[in-house]
């Protein structure tokens, strides 16, 4: 009787346990990833290095300096309309950062009441005493319940795919929101959310994962995976997510000689010293981000290299919004400076309640033509679910196995992605079926060159429940099972 007793009050404790439903300051903490050659530390804001206050590391490969801050930005351009009442149509923007140490970076923030105007972390995604930023391998930083998934206790890890998934040597998982920035409301008295005057911002709710993956072969590379979520009533058209890099190739002292460059072909961003030697005369090498996934194609849609001291003001909507416009790409610099990185993805639309995904991965090595090589084994790591294969791979750095991959997200509402890769062009069918086995929807039916390819399915007018997706090119087919709910 005892046990039973127990057993109900366990069920009743973990049906009622509840989180606050946005962010909040307070939860700021550091954490550190240290599980191969790349050691970062990074923030619960989604900021990664940044401060060297109170850190031993900030961006440091094989003992050297590389990463002064990494700033990730959500850009979207408000629904148009008049927004000021004087008759005429105001398209306006706005840029979500987080904390960090550039310039108007922390200006950005309410006038009055000084609190920041940005992401901060969302309550849930600590361990119990509050402390610890949930990583993988420490199973004292896991909260006592996920707030995403309160039937998840502090035995379960929140994988990337699923109920204790471990896609890496070393992973951390944490959301943050956007509800303190209230720029737009107060400027403009723009709500995301129709239904919730309290929700401010643009109702964005980002899933954020760092992965360190245990394969040998990768120990020069972090995932950097963001899961970015429209939880309120607006439908935003034009969304960008963007990435600003401080760079500290060859050490502090040595950031006067710094190059960097776009490979437009394999979507890689590089920063290297001109001379190759760091502050105290060592060899340095390169730094390297290569996007590997974005919602509406693969490609970085603007990148430049600049000079430090003109870094753009990060309190700056427009501006920054200008700064990462669709197709707006320097070649590189003419000469050696103090130079940052700024890059994006192309514009993407983000329904209410549409979870769109963005995956990058910063690889280092001691030259360009070594990223390249592992560039292309980085993304097929990640398409393959972390599960390496050599095989997959030949001289000419092409893919050479077909592969579907399961849906993200899934289980989904409404909208859910499916990837798969053709080692060689011809004609690709991609068909949705119930669990009877009928045709549901023809998603795809047209002749594609090799390559890797993602499409999306929209069940917006079907029912709950299990539902079977194939792939079918050449003489290659696979089926997969995905589940609705509604």
């Given at each position: 009787m005892s046990r039973l007793i127990l057993a109900f009050v366990s069920s009743l404790f973990i049906t009622t346990i509840s989180f606050s439903q946005y962010s909040d300051p307070n939860l700021y903490r550091v954490g550190f990833l240290n599980g191969n050659n790349l050691k970062l530390s990074f923030y619960n804001d989604g900021q990664i290095a940044g401060f060297s206050q109170g850190v031993t590391i900030r961006g440091n490969w094989k003992g050297n300096d590389y990463i002064g801050d990494m700033t990730p930005l959500i850009g979207v351009e408000l629904p148009i309309k008049d927004y000021n009442s004087d008759g005429k149509v105001?398209?306006?923007?706005?840029?979500?950062?987080s904390r960090g140490p550039r310039q108007g970076q922390m200006n950005e923030k309410d006038p009055i009441t000084m609190a920041f105007w940005g992401f901060n972390p969302k309550p849930g995604y600590l361990n119990s005493s509050l402390e610890k930023i949930p990583m993988s391998n420490d199973r004292s930083?896991?909260?006592?319940?996920?707030?995403?998934?309160?039937?998840?206790?502090?035995?379960?890890?929140?994988?990337?795919?699923?109920k204790n998934f471990f896609a890496g040597g070393l992973e951390t998982y944490f959301r943050i929101d956007d509800n303190a920035d209230e720029e737009v409301f107060k400027l403009y008295g723009f709500l995301p959310d129709s239904t919730n005057m309290n929700r401010k911002g643009l109702g964005l709710n980002i899933g954020i994962r760092y992965i360190q993956p245990a394969d040998s072969n990768f120990n020069d590379v972090i995932y950097k995976v963001y899961d970015i979520k429209n939880e309120g009533t607006t439908t935003y058209n034009k969304v960008f997510y963007g990435d600003i890099i401080g760079t500290l190739v060859g050490g502090v002292g040595d950031?006067?000689?710094?190059?960097?460059?776009?490979?437009s072909i394999t979507n890689t961003v590089y920063s290297f010293d001109y001379d190759g030697l760091g502050n105290q005369g060592q060899k340095v090498g390169?730094?390297?981000?290569?996007?590997?996934?974005?919602?509406?194609?693969?490609?970085?849609?603007?990148?430049?290299?600049?000079?430090?001291?003109?870094?753009?003001?990060?309190?700056e909507d427009e501006y920054l919004w200008w700064r990462f416009s669709l197709g707006k790409v320097d070649k590189g610099p003419l000469w050696p400076m103090d130079g940052d990185i700024l890059w994006g993805t192309n514009y993407f639309s983000l329904a209410p309640g549409e979870t769109k995904r963005v995956v990058s991965a910063i690889v280092m090595g001691d030259s360009i033509s070594q990223i390249n090589a592992k560039v292309l084994k980085v993304k097929l790591l990640w398409f393959n679910n972390f599960i390496y294969d050599p095989d997959n791979i030949n001289d000419e750095n092409v893919i050479t196995r077909y592969a579907l991959a399961q849906n993200y997200p899934n289980p989904f509402n409404p909208t859910t992605t499916i990837s798969y890769n053709l080692p060689k062009s011809g004609l690709v069918n991609i068909v949705i079926y119930d669990v009877l086995g009928k045709e549901i929807k023809r998603l795809a039916s047209e002749y594609k060159q090799a390559g890797s390819y993602k499409i999306n399915f929209d069940a917006s007018t079907l029912?709950?429940?299990?539902?079977?997706?194939?792939?079918?090119?050449?003489?290659f087919v696979s089926t997969k099972k995905m589940l609705l709910l509604k």
């Open positions: 105001d398209t306006i923007h706005s840029v979500i950062i930083s896991w909260p006592s319940f996920w707030a995403e998934h309160p039937d998840w206790d502090s035995t379960v890890w929140n994988g990337l795919y699923g950031s006067g000689d710094d190059l960097g460059s776009i490979d390169v730094m390297s981000e290569t996007l590997i996934e974005a919602p509406t194609n693969n490609n970085i849609a603007s990148f430049s290299f600049f000079n430090a001291s003109a870094s753009p003001d990060m309190s029912a709950s429940g299990v539902y079977f997706y194939s792939l079918r090119a050449n003489d």
